[in-house]
């Protein structure tokens, strides 16, 4: 059984870092592409990250652009996302979602992602 979990959530002021992690037991390491999404109450969820199974390959939204990064640890099997620069308007809370399909590429789409973890906040204070 496939089991998704975030870490690292919390409070923050603004311009500080935080980083969030996500293990996903049930899965080898090397098996699966993750990505990151959050979403606010009263909105759609969106897409904020991907990294492909071995982090080569990565994208990011544009809004949050050279202010955060994915990165995996195969050995770890942990993904995770390094949050810096963090904005108010990156208040929210935070999943992290894996699939087995098409491990070599970076999946954007919420609706190809099969796990999902539970969600972890992160709120940012102006």
């Known amino acids: 059984q496939v089991q998704v979990a975030e870490f690292g959530g919390g409070s923050v002021q603004a311009g500080g870092s935080l980083r969030l992690s996500c293990t996903a037991s049930?899965?080898?390491?090397?098996?699966?592409?993750m990505g990151w999404f959050r979403q606010v109450p009263g909105k759609e969820r969106e897409g904020v990250s991907c990294v492909n199974w071995n982090g080569a390959v990565t994208y990011y939204r544009d809004s949050v652009e050279g202010r955060f990064t994915a990165s995996r640890d195969n050995v770890k099997n942990t993904v995770y996302l390094q949050m810096t620069g963090l904005r108010p308007e990156d208040t929210a809370m935070y999943y992290c979602?894996?699939?087995?399909?098409?491990?070599?590429?970076?999946?954007?789409?919420?609706?190809?992602?099969?796990?999902w973890g539970q969600g972890t906040q992160v709120t940012v204070d102006s």
């Open positions: 049930g899965l080898s390491s090397d098996d699966y592409t």
């Open positions: 979602a894996a699939d087995r399909r098409s491990v070599d590429r970076c999946l954007r789409s919420e609706y190809l992602y099969s796990y």
